[in-house]
Antibody
Framework: QVTLRESGPALVKPTQTLTLTCTFS??????????VSWIRQPPGKALEWLAL???????YYSTSLKTRLTISKDTSKNQVVLTMTNMDPVDTATYYC???????????????????????WGQGTLVTVSS | QSALTQPASVSGSPGQSITISCTGT?????????VSWYQQHPGKAPKLMIY???KRPSGVSNRFSGSKSGNTASLTISGLQAEDEADYYC???????????FGTGTKVTVL
């Protein structure tokens, strides 16, 4: 059974750095095709993809947030960490981590990586940014 | 890149069929068969319902089906049931720069 659980502070002050940890079980991030993504959802609003790290330690970030985000993994601990700098009240949201499926496909004779679905998701952790 | 466009709300009576659209561009939905759909009940985490446009994960009812035409993907729920009342989000792979785009979300109401 695959499970993921997010942990981190419930409250951060503006300009502070947020550090969230995703602890997972039931799969290994050293297995080809396995990835973990972070996704957030402000209260009453839509989902927003933030970042992904794959089995080869390739990292990808939301274009609009890439200067503030860092994703890393500790394969031995089955953990993925997301840091977001310079937090602002608009960053108040529930933050989810989710297992993501990646794959390598040969396109035009060259291997290309594609990233697919999110399943399952963690329960989410609400982070409020306020002074 | 902007979020994919979904209708804000769709409703139907029990037993009816409804369809939720998800409109993107030729850079995301139109370029890849990597569209997925998620169901989210209030206060809960999203659940994968459809992946790769039309595939159903194990355990998901066959009342849920997906399709795609051009830059628009669709989720159809047939035989609508009270438990289907939830928010639904589409998501598409959008290339190695943006990676993933979610839709704006659709609230499904069972009348």
């Amino acid at each position: 059974q695959v499970t993921l659980r997010e942990s981190g502070p419930a409250l951060v002050k503006p300009t502070q750095t947020l550090t969230l940890t995703c602890t997972f079980s039931g799969f290994s991030l050293s297995t080809s095709g396995m990835c973990v993504s972070w996704i957030r959802q402000p209260p009453g609003k839509a989902l927003e993809w933030l970042a992904l790290i794959d089995w080869d330690d390739d990292k990808y970030y939301s274009t609009s947030l890439k200067t503030r985000l860092t994703i890393s993994k500790d394969t031995s601990k089955n953990q993925v960490v997301l840091t977001m700098t310079n937090m602002d009240p608009v960053d108040t949201a529930t933050y989810y981590c989710a297992r993501t499926r990646g794959m390598i496909v040969v396109v035009g004779g060259k291997p290309r990586r594609f990233y697919n679905w999110f399943d399952p998701w963690g329960q989410g952790t609400l982070v409020t940014v306020s002074s | 890149q902007s979020a994919l466009t979904q209708p804000a709300s769709v409703s139907g009576s029990p037993g009816q069929s409804i369809t939720i659209s998800c409109t993107g561009t030729s850079s995301d939905v139109g370029s890849y068969n990597l569209v997925s759909w998620y169901q989210q009940h209030p206060g809960k985490a999203p659940k994968l319902m459809i992946y790769e446009v039309s595939k159903r994960p194990s355990g998901v009812s066959n009342r849920f089906s997906g399709s795609k035409s051009g830059n628009t993907a669709s989720l159809t729920i047939s035989g609508l049931q009270a438990e289907d009342e939830a928010d639904y989000y589409c998501c598409s792979y959008a290339g190695s720069s943006t990676l993933h785009l979610f839709g704006t979300g659709t609230k499904v109401t069972v009348l």
